[in-house]
């Protein structure tokens, strides 16, 4: 199983929640890759926001060895999985489909806990560390279900 995280910058939201699934499968000996991605190129090559690096480092989880990188139109051939952080991104994840096959990987991450609610990540940007925290928790929430459904 291949799983790609998308945010619009990759530097904060993205980053979080590729590390912790990778942290959850790891502690749940799951085989499972997990990469991320932004939709824009703002911050391609960058390091993950550090607000996004300490509250990830808080609960264990390192993400220093991520850099932001683009969505890329052959992430619909190499992932199974492609979580969008909100709708926009899911939109322009959308438009960039070329099959139904490709459409249907695309997912909103929040419909794995608040299944068909549409929610989205809140992009914490510009908010301060309490931004974190609430997305982390989120994307937490989130991650926890993705493995329970895989381990059945």
């Known amino acids: ?8 910058g990759n530097i904060c939201r993205s980053p979080l ?16 890759e997990v990469d991320s991605a932004g939709t824009a190129a703002y911050h391609v090559g960058n390091l993950p926001d550090e607000r996004s690096i300490e509250v990830a480092r808080k609960y264990g989880i390192d993400l220093t060895n991520q850099r932001a990188r683009q969505f890329r139109l ?37 419909n794995e806990i608040e299944p068909n ?13 309490e ?3 609430n997305v982390y928790q989120m994307l937490n929430l ?6 329970l459904r895989l381990k059945k």
Request: some cysteine; proline content about 2%; overall charge negative.
């Open 1 to 8: 199983m291949k799983v790609l995280m998308v945010c619009l």
């Open 142 to 147: 989130a991650c926890k279900e993705i493995v």
């Open 74 to 110: 052959q992430d619909f051939e190499e992932f199974d999985v492609i979580y969008a952080m909100d709708s926009e991104n899911y939109n322009n994840i959308l438009k960039l489909a070329s099959s139904t096959s490709d459409e249907s990987k695309v997912k909103l991450i929040l």
């Open 131 to 133: 931004g974190f925290e």
């Open 17 to 32: 929640a590729e590390g912790i699934l990778k942290h959850k499968a790891h502690e749940n000996n799951l085989r499972i």
């Open 117 to 129: 609610s549409n929610s989205s990540v809140p992009d914490p940007y510009y908010d301060g560390d």
